[in-house]
């Protein structure tokens, strides 16, 4: 067994071949990044795709645990969704359509043609509490919106993910300002009739109180201030007022 140990090492590169690894510490790799990521494609392209430990070949532990947490993040929108849908029917009234948008956000990524699908994160969470929006299912908008802001944030789906300093700390923070503010808008905001968007916390005709959205939204929020802490940033401290505005996750 080879190779040089760092107690602050983060990365681990395992190669069966030799049984030898080495250990990268965050700090000595950053300027290397490029050049270690060229190489580990190149290990990986020449290695049998069926080794079950080839999977592994790199391990760094705060990219494991941001993968988890966008897995969760999936999982836990999923079911927010359909605990929406089921307290506010009105926006789509169709179990079989209802069904199949909730597939095409978090799985397929079919989605019906309502003008939003391709709009950023933000401006279709604006049109979700909008007062008359142009597509009247306010609860596929409130859900593709933040689905949506996930992968803007997060984005690691289109490149080789090897450290969590390839997310911009600003992504997450911003992520964290717009789903606070989404969670704060879909109890407070109302239509011109005063009645409130989403019912979320009112009694309905099967005696629940409330469906647990404040449990699921709590959960996300927590996970994103942990990626925020491990990406280096302050825990953030937002305030929110009625004049708050999504904010743009994209960085141009």
């Known amino acids: 067994m080879g190779g040089i140990i760092d107690i602050q090492a983060k990365y681990l590169l395992y190669l069966p071949a030799g049984k030898t690894f080495f250990i990268i510490s965050q700090r ?103 007062p008359d929006p142009a597509y009247k299912d306010r609860v596929y908008l409130l859900s593709l919106g933040l689905s949506k802001s996930i992968q803007e944030a997060y984005d690691i789906k289109k490149a080789i993910f090897f450290t969590s300093i390839q997310i911009p700390l600003e992504k997450l923070q911003g992520l964290y300002h717009n789903i606070a503010h989404a969670n704060w808008r879909l109890k407070t905001y109302r239509d011109k009739q005063d009645a409130l968007l989403f019912l979320t916390n009112e009694a309905g005709e099967n005696g629940y109180i409330n469906m647990g959205y404040e449990v699921i939204m709590t959960e996300i929020l927590t996970r994103i201030k942990d990626d925020i802490f491990l990406r280096g940033g302050a825990p953030p401290k937002l305030f929110f007022y009625m004049s708050t505005l999504f904010l743009s996750i994209l960085i141009l």
């Open 28 to 130: 000595s790799a950053m300027p290397f990044i490029p050049i270690i990521i060229i190489l580990i494609s190149l290990c990986l392209a020449g290695c049998q795709a069926g080794d079950n430990q080839l999977k592994k070949a790199i391990v760094p532990v705060d990219v494991q645990i941001i993968r988890y947490h966008v897995d969760e993040y999936n999982k836990s929108l999923e079911e927010f969704t359909r605990r929406l849908y089921l307290k506010n029917p009105k926006y789509e009234k169709d179990l079989e359509a209802r069904k199949t948008k909730i597939e095409g956000i978090f799985h397929t990524g079919i989605l019906p043609d309502t003008g939003f699908n391709d709009l950023p994160s933000h401006k279709i969470l604006e049109a979700a509490f909008a």
